[in-house]
């Protein structure tokens, strides 16, 4: 899966960078997403996508996150350009949000990339193999739960 973030629609709606100067709000969003970016979004490619130019013109990497610049066009563009089938556009731009689910990529909201945002939940509980439990822990567990809780007295006493 591939994650395609409109840059500044993300970092504008961010309280902790929207009064950044625009390098700053770019440094601040890519180093997040590189440290927290599975977290926030879950596994896959990130690119992040920042209107006109970089410094120095070219793009550029910051861990496993790919930045890009719109160059002489602009990011929401760019964007709908590179959307697929099967990427998750992030942004709150609704003109963009429509463009991209036209291509059958998905939308979520440019709020799941704030640092405030709780991780996503990895996805159920552990199997009971992974915390070293024999075969069958599992329904002795849920035999003994439903003896203790229901009160259920075998004993005659």
């Known amino acids: 899966m ?90 709150s731009d609704g003109g963009l949000a429509g463009r991209v689910t036209g291509v059958g990529a998905r939308v979520v909201p440019a709020e799941t990339c704030l640092e405030g945002r709780r991780p996503r939940p990895r996805g159920g509980r552990f199997a009971a193999a992974s915390a070293g439990l024999p075969p069958g822990a599992n329904e002795i567990t849920r035999e003994l739960k439903e003896l203790w809780l229901t009160g259920d007295d075998t004993d005659g006493e």
Do not use: C, H, K, M
């Open 2 to 91: 591939r994650y395609l973030v409109d840059g500044y629609n993300v970092t504008r709606r961010d309280p902790a960078t929207s009064r950044l100067s625009l390098e700053e709000q770019r440094e601040a969003l890519a180093a997040r997403l590189a440290v927290r970016g599975v977290d926030l979004l879950g596994r896959g490619a990130i690119v992040v996508v920042f209107d006109g130019r970089s410094g120095g013109g070219a793009d550029s990497r910051r861990g496993s996150v790919e930045v890009r610049f719109s160059r002489d066009e602009s990011a929401d563009d760019l964007i709908a350009r590179l959307a697929a089938r099967g990427d998750v556009v992030v942004t």
